[in-house]
């Protein structure tokens, strides 16, 4: 303001020189005067245009160079301009991070929605428009409800109670494949929510799977045990001769052994996931399993059907497996056993071990049972699946065996193949990768 001042000052100063030199010989002292007038006069003008090209420039909001010298309106200029400079870099600090925001919502595995107070659709991440099936360029802007129309929803978002979440079908539900989606609302702002949506298809058939395999163990368990009950007041209770004691002595062992069998298939599949994957250091002699297998064999087709069935065992390359010998085992032998089961005692079973043209190895079991339909083969490994319930329940199987081959497989980068020909027999294919296999 000092420079200002002085300024204003020296130019009425040269203004009065001026006019006292020029009208000297009539009146100095009002030439003087006037000169003094006017040089504030022009100071003012000159003043005025520069607070002009400011406020224009101002106006305008441009961020480019306004030189405006030294002084009063050059320093506010240079402030304004440092002003809007630490702005800008603010607003862009802002939008980088209002852009990472965004980015981070959308890597978020669940679905995020933001919805006004009117409940339209501000903005959604991918995994939303997946789970919903929006389109950023079509439904921004749109009321959820009008897009998701779900009466469970609908209900939800007009109780404005939101401190649980709801179960709803996501956009892709069918009968065949359900999808479920777990959707909460979160009020935030004036009147505004942000919905989290989660598939939790997953989830929903792990737990129905393990409430199936409760009931399933349970009536598993529960069958024996209530013959064996039975059997047990029987001889408690009734005068019974010793070749009479000795027929029920013999089925109460059956059922015992059944139940053995049960939690030895059940202690196998608990170690089977429990356990961390079988070393690749270790090698399988698949030519001595087999050995072992092919004596087992005979054995449970005496014990089964009274006599020894036709099972022929082929060993085409002496190639052995890196694994774990325990698990391959229980694994072939699952796959024998089945065929033992559900092939008649007059039929043939056929039981190789080859190399394919690629390079990998192959173990097939194949028998001249009854078949499976097409409809069954797909969950044929799933726990305590039976085509026929009656039929494998007398031959002593637990409904695990096809189970446990699947996550040995699984455990051994190998692939469990099944074809099947109803009438005409099953082969079951177990196919190890050529890195787990080593020359014998």
Known sequence: MFLRFVSFLLLQGLGGIAGYFLVQRFEPLWGALAGALAGGFLWMLLDSARGFRLMRWLQAGESTELHLGFGFWGEVADRTRRQMRSRERRVAEGDTKLQDFLAALQASPNGVVLLDAAGRIEWFNQMAGQHFGFDARRDMLQHFGNLVRDPGFASYYAGQEFSHGLVMPGRENTGSKPVQLSVHLHPYGEGRNLLLSRDITALEQAEAMRRDFVANVSHEIRTPLTVLAGFVETLQTLPLDETEQG???????????????????????????????????????????LQQCKQEAHNLSVLLWG????????????????????????????????????????????????????????????????????????????????????????????????????????RHGAELLIESVPGRGSTFRLRFKAARLRMH
Do not use: C
């Open 307 to 410: 006599r020894a069935q036709d099972i022929q065992f082929t060993v085409a390359d002496a190639v052995a497996v890196t694994g774990s010998a325990t698990e391959i085992h229980s694994a072939v032998f699952n796959l024998i056993g089945n065929a033992i089961r559900y092939t008649p005692a007059d039929k043939s079973i056929v039981v190789q071990w080859h190399k394919t043209g690629d390079g990998e190895a192959e173990l097939s079991v194949q028998d001249t049972g009854p078949g499976i339909a097409p409809e069954h083969l797909p969950r044929l490994t799933e726990r305590f699946y039976r085509v026929d319930r009656s039929r494998s329940r007398d031959t002593g199987g637990t409904g695990l065996g096809l189970a446990i081959v699947k996550h040995v497989a699984q």
């Open 247 to 289: 027929k029920y002595l013999g089925l109460m062992s059956q059922q015992a052994t059944r139940m053995q069998s049960l939690v030895d298939d059940l202690l196998t599949l608990s170690r089977l996931e429990g356990s961390p994957a079988p070393s690749g250091a270790d090698l399988v002699d698949m030519v001595q399993l």
